[in-house]
């Protein structure tokens, strides 16, 4: 069982760390993007270095308190809001933001957890370089979040998950000590693989205090464009035959549906629309090319190989970069007219490609039975990942059908499963899906889980209630 | 402490399983590709299926027998043969290599952990599509095996390791429970990620069975040539201005010296030497490339700038594909002329590509205080991964240098150490090294490696002996 961190506590931890970084947690840290739940905190940790996030730690551990590791407060599964149970310390990253070293011609950069993936992106750029995660809250949201929950983003179906563009990990484990792993590497068969271990455990297994990063040379030239398309069938055909002309050089593919563009219409009214019809389907094709290939003659060259399949309708390719990043600005744009409009339900789902097809319509019947909505789906189509997102019917609120969440969830989550796909895509577990990934996961796998939590985390003090519910405690005399 | 497969052992096994899946090991099953050690095995069993397998774990574990997982038998560091100790059950997947399924829109492939490398290379190709692992022993090294080990390669800059082009793994873990994770997808944030946690931990924490593979559509056209080089630092400046002028085109990029070619030249007199007069550095580049970019012009390109900024001498364009693949072809041979002529110590070990110039002649210097070598440093200079291979001088055979052994690799590995490098960067720990890890690593993460061990194959019955010695067995009742 664990202890609240009350001021008792909070008082220990101050007097074991240089003034000021024991303080009371402000609202930003109890909060999240959806307003779904409020969190709780006895104390907040503002640690400057590595060696401070180790003396919290281990403080934490031997007074069995919970610790709620803090990056940008961006995830939208709860990871980072406490739930009930003893209030635990809020442990923010936010003043560990340097860049530790970056060394362009490796392609490599070290930095500290709490900065924000824009200032990776800038210190990247401002060497020649570029770090390719990017995301919608990229502004605010950390490396260190970025990695504790192997962020996705547009580009993955270039880069990777956030995952795949980090080389090594410094993490302070669960008894307080401290990880060195920040090996500028591309290859190193030394033993288990802990980097990827913590990447995605969500803070339940250590807290990843720096990270070294892989970094990319940008494109000589990038260029995009809007494609109509039947329907997500020809979307994926077109997909094929991007990556098929085009190998390794589609940075970017994204799937749009109408319903987005009139929630943008309806909340955002100053975006210009790109359709004078606005289609039923459409997709966002981006390119990063070499030097010796043009983006605009790529893009031509792709439509009309896909005019002639009847893979398109309507396109519009960007004629600059001010164009470029309208299209982007666009598709960005939809998470917010989504969260302006209110959503029953948001499912950050995965399929495997060739389910997709069939999963929409599927999931649309399923769901009309259980009511009158309207759905936005749209994402991240080159990987999989659908944002498969049920709204009211015009004019009824969220909390009208707040009686129905659980049973629209269930529903897409069904179908999700039994069509070989993922509940969590991108967002994660956090605490949101904790009980989902009880009924959906693989036993072996979740046993082997709560396995490798008891033998990280004994006491369970590392953001208790996330992924894992009700792990470890057990075995841990306290 | 484990029991040994004795006969009564292998005959309750056999019982349990159809006929024929209980044999006497074969002097194969008991080698290792360098000779360097003889393995032991009480029984060989072979299974043909998951539940097999399953059956076979169950009854070790039930009996605290040892179990030795068998690929291919290629692996370099003993990770499949057995050292000192009760005899091992050697479980061979060589039964077990099907294609379940391939789907070439999405560019995935799950096949059976026996299937070798070779097989899934070609199960790929006839779908028009392309498994990029790729190395010296796929003939005969398996799927398992390389994931297993997270093997590497000639691909690695462009593709990744074996790690990256894994979507999920099948595998039995140390109970006799069977994870069930073929999922064919790009995300999947459901949990910590036991794929990664398996791949690379060389059968100890499971017997991987089965796995989804990603495939890439092959390039439109490929090309390659060798460049003569002044030496490794304007190697590794050639290597940042082809990534340069063609991100993420840059397949391969393999460093040799004239060393490779003298030994070829002694032992294999057939292969024909591409120069005249044998470089002291050279490079092998290899591009595959998008419609519209030409390899010939791309590389004639990157030769023009690269000889303006005095990074190479001479330099050798494939002008046909045959060309090209004589190329890989003298690559290729380099291992196995190492082999004819006898390490006296072989290490493959990465560094951070800056620190690459640095090391060599370090390095060389370094042995020199210990006796007169002959040095073949060659490798995956993209990857920043060397083999350093230090054989006895004219004259003299390796036996004769048997008691310096140790000495030259401490030297070798405490600089490689010093200077943030891996003392294993693709061929893993396996036996080789179990000591070298303790004595390298860090050590936190050790005790996080034989928590997780401990948590993960209490008994210690999988692989007992590799990656970590003297794991699991203390909490284990037997």
């Not at 969190?39 to 401070?52: D, F, I, K, M």
């Not at 033993?191 to 913590?198: E, W």
């Not at 966002?284 to 439509?303: F, M, R």
């Amino acid at each position: 069982m664990l202890h609240p961190a009350d001021p008792a506590f909070a008082a220990l931890l101050a007097a074991r760390l240089p003034p000021g970084r024991v303080r009371t947690p402000e609202p930003r840290h109890l909060e999240e993007p959806r307003g779904r739940w409020h969190g709780q905190g006895g104390c907040l940790a503002l640690p400057r270095s590595t060696a401070e996030v180790a003396t919290i730690v281990a403080a934490c551990a031997a007074a069995r308190v919970g610790i709620v590791p803090w990056g940008g407060g961006t995830g939208l599964v709860g990871g980072q809001v406490a739930g009930p149970g003893p209030a635990p310390v809020i442990l923010s990253l936010e003043r560990m933001t340097a860049v530790r070293g970056i060394w362009p011609a490796e392609n490599v950069l070290i930095v500290e957890a709490g900065a924000t993936l824009a200032d990776v992106q800038a210190a990247a750029e401002g060497a020649g370089r570029r770090f390719p995660l990017s995301l919608a809250s990229e502004g605010s949201a950390t490396i260190g979040g970025n990695l504790a929950t192997n962020a996705g983003g547009t580009a993955v179906l270039r880069y990777g998950n956030a995952r795949d563009l980090c080389l090594g990990v410094e993490a302070v484990l669960a008894d307080g000590s401290v990880l060195h792993g920040l090996k500028r590497l591309r290859k190193d068969n030394t033993g288990y693989d802990l980097r990827h271990l913590l990447i995605g455990s969500e803070g339940t297994l250590g807290i990843i205090t720096a990270a070294a990063l892989r970094l990319v040379p940008p494109p000589a030239a990038e260029g995009a464009a809007l494609m109509v398309v039947p329907g997500p069938a020809a979307a994926l055909d077109l997909l094929a035959l991007a990556q098929g002309r085009l190998a390794g050089l589609v940075t970017g593919f994204e799937l749009m549906h109408r319903t987005g563009l009139e929630f943008l219409a309806q909340t955002m009214p100053d975006i210009r629309q790109p359709f004078a019809v606005p289609p039923e389907w459409f997709v966002l094709v981006d390119l990063g090319l070499p030097e010796g290939l043009d983006p605009a003659a790529a893009l031509e060259g792709l439509y009309a190989a896909a005019a002639e399949q009847g893979l398109v309708g309507d396109g519009l390719i960007a004629s600059s970069a001010a164009q470029r990043s309208a299209f982007w600005a666009l598709r960005e744009a939809i998470p917010l007219a989504n969260r302006k409009v209110g959503a029953v339900s948001s499912h950050d789902i995965s399929l495997p490609l060739s389910a997709i097809a069939g999963f929409i319509p599927r999931a649309t019947a399923a769901l009309a039975e259980l009511g009158d909505w309207r759905i936005n789906c749209f994402g991240h189509l080159g990987d999989g990942n659908l944002h498969f997102n049920v709204f009211p019917a015009p004019g009824r609120t969220r909390a009208a059908h707040d009686h129905q969440r659980a049973a629209v969830m269930a529903c897409v989550y069904d179908l999700v499963h039994a069509m070989g796909g993922s509940i969590s895509a991108e967002h994660g577990v956090g605490r949101l899906k904790a009980g989902d990934l009880e009924r959906y996961g693989d036993p072996a796998r979740l046993a082997a889980m709560r396995a490798i939590k008891a033998a990280l985390d004994p006491c369970g003090i590392l953001n208790p209630g996330a992924v894992l519910r009700n792990a470890g405690g057990d075995i841990c005399e306290g």
